[in-house]
């Protein structure tokens, strides 16, 4: 048989044979590392800054979460801690809420613990008061603070917890709290609303990179705490919605807050440390803290508030880089006879307010009690208060301070600051009674309490330049990879 010259050799048949098979291999190998693919696919991976990192990780749909924003997630979030407890010990623990929106009443963190919200998830408290338990009044209160009986465990609550995280990408949280301010204003509660946030008894705190709206009642409390770091927080409630605060460190040292926006219908930030014979027995005060680039907008209360339950004692805070929008007063010390304690060395530099009520304001006669049992004879101290290198406009009056007769507020320092009036000012920019302090280079003039030391006599009041410990305190860059099992 005749072979035209045009034929294939054998061997370059063997030739096409191996490529066909090495095609074939090559697609094989493809479609199986596609389904490995899809066995191993990370469905979540991000980076985050932390003070500290977890060896562990988990999701919330991995305990029955359903983001749906009907079906109740408070089982789910409780089973979850209660899993991820087991971890403390070998590198702690993330728990992770996807998008979605998680209905949920309050459940517990434990320590070395974090919780991270995805930004598109929401977390929403439950409407079922049956979800939020009923735990003691604190005992630097002595009583709930919106009634006698107890309170509602917060929506996140922790007790006697160390290295706790709550952050995520910007998701929020959401009180829904329409319901307890309604029945906040008809009298219809026999225990203080919950909080959105509270850890008591704690240490290591970082809370940050979240958004908080429409809390119950306060939104951030940390208390009898220590080593705590707020960052980023955006917290927004209706302006005239009943003690709406946004964060109110209690009876806690070497807190740290900044780089946060808060609109609400109370104090931006409230300094407190206990009520009246109740706080002065429990005696712990809240020192060093820092507060520095807070923006805030609350048209009913002050922007920074010390006080008023300041019977265990406020001392050394330092808050600069503030902006104020029409809010009520710029820095507002609340105090009272029967308070007891002490506010002193307080420095405030570099606040900017516009369209205010007071730029400064200071209360001698907040006459709020627990009960019938204080001390009449419980006077507070307010000593070695500085303001420094301030700019306000549209400012209806420029100060009010009002110490309490036989008891003056002492060591008051005022510089560099610039006052301009809104259209329609006070008759009197400063009502001053029972102070006593220094003041240089303000407008308008200060009081004859605040004596002027003169343009040959210029005088900067005190901020301090040494670091607190928690101005040390660095973050860490995490990562977190989820994937299918």
């Given at each position: 048989m005749h072979i035209k010259e045009s034929s294939l050799t054998i061997f370059e048949v063997q030739k096409m044979v191996g490529i066909l098979f090495g095609l074939i291999f090559l697609v094989g190998m493809m479609n199986i590392r596609e389904v490995e693919g899809r066995k191993s696919r990370v469905i979540d991976n991000f980076e985050y800054s932390a003070i500290n990192c977890r060896s562990h990780s988990a999701s919330i749909t991995d305990f029955g979460g359903v983001g749906d924003g009907s079906t109740s997630n408070t089982k789910a979030f409780i089973t979850a801690v209660d899993h991820l407890r087991q971890f403390e010990s070998d590198g702690g623990a993330l728990l992770f809420v996807p998008a979605g929106k998680w209905l949920t009443g309050s459940f517990n963190v434990t320590s070395h613990f974090t919780l991270y919200l995805h930004k598109d998830a929401v977390l929403l408290a439950s409407q079922d008061m049956n979800e939020w338990p009923l735990i003691d009044p604190l005992p630097s209160y002595g009583r709930g603070r919106d009634a006698p009986g107890g309170r509602y465990a917060s929506l996140i609550f922790g007790t006697n917890v160390t290295d706790v995280i709550i952050t995520g990408e910007n998701g929020t949280i959401d009180g829904q709290g329409e319901m307890w301010w309604q029945k906040f204003h008809h009298k219809q509660l026999k225990h203080t609303r919950p909080y959105l946030i509270e850890l008591m008894y704690s240490d290591s705190i970082q809370i940050s990179h979240l958004t908080l709206i429409n809390s119950p009642s306060w939104n951030v409390h940390p208390t009898y705490s220590s080593n705590i770091l707020i960052q980023g927080i955006?917290?927004?409630?209706?302006?005239?919605?009943?003690?709406?605060?946004?964060?109110?460190?209690?009876?806690?040292?070497?807190?740290?807050?900044?780089?946060?926006?808060?609109?609400?219908?109370?104090?931006?930030?409230?300094?407190?440390?206990?009520?009246d014979e109740y706080g002065i027995s429990y005696?712990?005060?809240?020192?060093?803290?820092?507060?520095?680039?807070?923006?805030?907008?609350?048209?009913?209360?002050?922007?920074?508030?010390?006080?008023?339950?300041?019977?265990?004692?406020?001392?050394?805070?330092?808050?600069?880089?503030?902006?104020?929008?029409?809010?009520?007063?710029?820095?507002?010390?609340?105090?009272?006879?029967?308070?007891?304690?002490?506010?002193?060395?307080?420095?405030?530099?570099?606040?900017?307010?516009?369209?205010?009520?007071?730029?400064?304001?200071?209360?001698?006669?907040y006459g709020s009690h627990p009960?019938?049992?204080?001390?009449?004879?419980?006077?507070?101290?307010?000593?070695?208060?500085?303001?420094?290198?301030?700019?306000?406009?549209?400012?209806?009056?420029?100060?009010?301070?009002?110490?309490?007769?036989?008891?003056?507020?002492?060591?008051?320092?005022?510089?560099?600051?610039?006052?301009?009036?809104?259209?329609?000012?006070?008759?009197v920019q400063w009502a001053c009674t029972d102070v006593a302090g220094i003041s240089s280079d303000v407008t308008p003039k200060p009081c004859d309490s605040l004596a002027d030391q003169g343009p040959d006599h210029k005088i900067q009041c005190q901020f301090p330049e040494d670091r607190l410990p928690i101005d040390d305190v660095e973050l860490q860059t995490c990562s977190y990879k989820r994937r299918y099992l």
């Amino acid at each position: 048989m005749h072979i035209k010259e045009s034929s294939l050799t054998i061997f370059e048949v063997q030739k096409m044979v191996g490529i066909l098979f090495g095609l074939i291999f090559l697609v094989g190998m493809m479609n199986i590392r596609e389904v490995e693919g899809r066995k191993s696919r990370v469905i979540d991976n991000f980076e985050y800054s932390a003070i500290n990192c977890r060896s562990h990780s988990a999701s919330i749909t991995d305990f029955g979460g359903v983001g749906d924003g009907s079906t109740s997630n408070t089982k789910a979030f409780i089973t979850a801690v209660d899993h991820l407890r087991q971890f403390e010990s070998d590198g702690g623990a993330l728990l992770f809420v996807p998008a979605g929106k998680w209905l949920t009443g309050s459940f517990n963190v434990t320590s070395h613990f974090t919780l991270y919200l995805h930004k598109d998830a929401v977390l929403l408290a439950s409407q079922d008061m049956n979800e939020w338990p009923l735990i003691d009044p604190l005992p630097s209160y002595g009583r709930g603070r919106d009634a006698p009986g107890g309170r509602y465990a917060s929506l996140i609550f922790g007790t006697n917890v160390t290295d706790v995280i709550i952050t995520g990408e910007n998701g929020t949280i959401d009180g829904q709290g329409e319901m307890w301010w309604q029945k906040f204003h008809h009298k219809q509660l026999k225990h203080t609303r919950p909080y959105l946030i509270e850890l008591m008894y704690s240490d290591s705190i970082q809370i940050s990179h979240l958004t908080l709206i429409n809390s119950p009642s306060w939104n951030v409390h940390p208390t009898y705490s220590s080593n705590i770091l707020i960052q980023g927080i955006t917290i927004s409630a209706p302006v005239n919605s009943p003690n709406t605060d946004g964060i109110n460190p209690d009876s806690c040292t070497n807190t740290r807050i900044e780089d946060c926006y808060i609109v609400s219908g109370d104090d931006c930030v409230a300094v407190k440390s206990g009520w009246d014979e109740y706080g002065i027995s429990y005696g712990m005060p809240t020192q060093q803290l820092v507060i520095r680039r807070l923006t805030c907008i609350s048209p009913t209360s002050a922007v920074i508030a010390l006080g008023s339950e300041m019977s265990g004692g406020i001392q050394d805070v330092r808050a600069e880089d503030i902006l104020a929008i029409n809010s009520e007063s710029g820095v507002r010390i609340k105090t009272g006879v029967g308070r007891g304690g002490f506010v002193k060395d307080i420095y405030v530099k570099g606040f900017t307010m516009h369209t205010m009520k007071w730029a400064f304001w200071m209360t001698g006669n907040y006459g709020s009690h627990p009960d019938d049992k204080y001390d009449p004879k419980a006077i507070p101290t307010i000593q070695n208060i500085n303001y420094r290198d301030m700019v306000a406009d549209d400012v209806k009056m420029a100060a009010r301070l009002e110490g309490i007769s036989g008891d003056p507020f002492t060591e008051i320092c005022i510089s560099n600051v610039t006052i301009s009036l809104a259209a329609k000012p006070k008759k009197v920019q400063w009502a001053c009674t029972d102070v006593a302090g220094i003041s240089s280079d303000v407008t308008p003039k200060p009081c004859d309490s605040l004596a002027d030391q003169g343009p040959d006599h210029k005088i900067q009041c005190q901020f301090p330049e040494d670091r607190l410990p928690i101005d040390d305190v660095e973050l860490q860059t995490c990562s977190y990879k989820r994937r299918y099992l």
